[in-house]
């Protein structure tokens, strides 16, 4: 089978096809022939090399989620799983594939509805966000900053918060068209990418002047050298809480700036999918599966791509061009 590899650490063009041996479900596995394959950030950051200390190396297979229908079953896995359409989660790898292997109870059923492309654009960026914001404290009537909306979580973050009856959603983006099109998805006020108002806001001169001085919870997406001066954007017991860090780590010293402001009793933490007990992941996914499919949550997809042409999926994302989600596809 075609299968994409991490040939060499670094940049996209680090990235091959080779030709693998088609896998076999182990016991508690299915076998699902590949209809679409989620791109993400992290894929990007295996792909670097930045992680080769926890282990990975090159010739690691990437991608962390696909969807299509189950062509065979493992020992101990219910039959009847074999011709059903799928999302699957793959862990740290193994998605770039024609043929992919998942434990049983990392697969979810999709919905009529709902296509491959659309599943793995929502699938992974709609349980961050969720859990996100939970994580956060976020209730409704309070000021959201989602930072770094752009991509698939952060369009999801937006969604869910202005679904949730935040009091104003900001975000910050790089131009006018992408401030345009995160108003469609519920901002309410588009700022650039230091956070001042205006910077992208895609309207009339003076349109996010009523943006907020402060916000109640910020959603980082972001992290690198200028996620402390997002504290300053913290209302009184505000919390700001890092999903992604798709531009990096913050300096050493971030937390100073945080001491620095210390009677406003701000919070500061990190957020990772992998806490989420998989019962809870699976409530909050069916859900967002079922939403999208009747139109009330909407993904997002920049392009979709063959699977062969994985390095311009890398360069686009390291090029800071997709907006939403690149999908592959075998």
Do not use: C
């Amino acid at each position: 089978m075609k299968a994409v590899v991490i040939r060499t650490f670094g940049g996209p063009e680090g990235l091959a096809v080779v030709d693998l041996p088609a896998p076999l479900p182990a016991p508690g596995q299915v076998l699902i022939a590949t209809e679409a394959i989620g791109v993400g950030g992290v894929d990007a950051v295996l792909r670097s090399g930045a992680l080769a200390a926890y282990g990975f190396v090159e010739g690691h297979v990437p991608g962390s989620e696909v969807a299509g229908v189950v062509t065979a079953v493992g020992d101990g896995v219910d039959p009847s799983w074999v011709g059903r359409s799928v999302w699957a989660f793959t862990g740290t790898g193994g998605g770039y594939v024609e043929q992919a292997t998942a434990r049983v109870e990392e697969i979810l059923p999709l919905p009529a509805r709902l296509s491959a492309v659309d599943a793995v654009t929502l699938g992974g960026s709609g349980v961050v966000a969720h859990f996100g914001l939970a994580h956060a404290h976020f209730a409704p009537g309070e000021s959201v900053l989602v930072r770094g909306a752009a991509g698939s979580i952060g369009i999801m973050a937006v969604q869910l918060a202005a679904r949730g009856g935040a009091g104003a959603v900001a975000v910050t983006t790089s131009s006018a068209e992408r401030g345009e099109r995160l108003r469609e998805l519920g901002a309410t006020h588009v700022l650039d990418r230091s956070g001042e108002g205006g910077g992208g806001g895609g309207g009339a001169e003076g349109e996010d002047r009523g943006a907020p001085s402060g916000y109640d919870v910020i959603i980082d997406v972001v992290a690198g050298a200028s996620l402390p001066a997002f504290f300053d954007r913290l209302n009184p017991n505000g919390r700001m809480v890092v999903v992604g860090a798709v531009a990096g780590q913050p300096p050493a010293d971030f937390g100073t700036r945080m001491m620095a402001a210390f009677q406003k009793s701000m919070s500061f933490a990190t957020f990772s999918a992998a806490t989420v007990p998989g019962s809870a992941g699976r409530a909050v996914r069916t859900e967002q599966f079922a939403a999208a499919s009747r139109g009330e949550l909407r993904t997002v997809v920049h392009e979709v791509l063959p699977l062969e042409r994985a390095v311009l999926a890398h360069r686009k994302m390291a090029a800071g061009e997709v907006f939403g989600r690149i999908v592959l596809t075998p």
